[in-house]
């Protein structure tokens, strides 16, 4: 069983950033993947950005490229999104989910809700223009 808590959502203005963090419990957290999604209000959650349990390997979806940043701190069991450049369009529910059964990214199913077996409950992220 794993924990996933996040925190760090709030309000900023368009170009502003915001750090989220998801802390996770439970399991070793070094064993696996994590990824971020979101999902702002009528929409379906979306793949936001996914990293390795190294750090080593991450990917994001286009729209956050060169603005997000993932990263994870696995003596501290911590898994981080740094935002910056922010848009009225990110904003969302963002969530972190945790793949306990595969630690690389290998594959191409690291975009997909279905990929993940553990999710945390969510921090709203909201960005004024």
């Known amino acids: 069983q794993v924990q996933l808590v996040e925190s760090g959502g709030g309000l900023v203005q368009a170009g502003g950033s915001l750090r989220l963090s998801c802390a996770a419990s439970g399991r070793t957290f070094s064993n696996y993947a994590m990824g971020w999604f979101r999902q702002a209000p009528g929409k379906e959650r979306e793949f936001v950005a996914a990293i390795s349990w190294s750090g080593g390997t991450t990917y994001y979806r286009d729209s956050v490229k060169g603005r997000f940043t993932i990263s994870r701190d696995n003596a501290k069991n911590t898994l981080d999104l740094q935002m910056n450049s922010l848009r009225p369009e990110d904003t969302a529910v963002y969530y972190c989910?945790?793949?306990?059964?595969?630690?690389?990214?290998?594959?191409?199913?690291?975009?997909?809700?279905?990929?993940?077996?553990?999710w945390g409950q969510g921090t709203q992220v909201t960005v004024s223009s």
């Open positions: 989910a945790a793949n306990t059964r595969q630690s690389t990214l290998y594959g191409t199913r690291w975009n997909s809700e279905n990929w993940y077996d553990y």
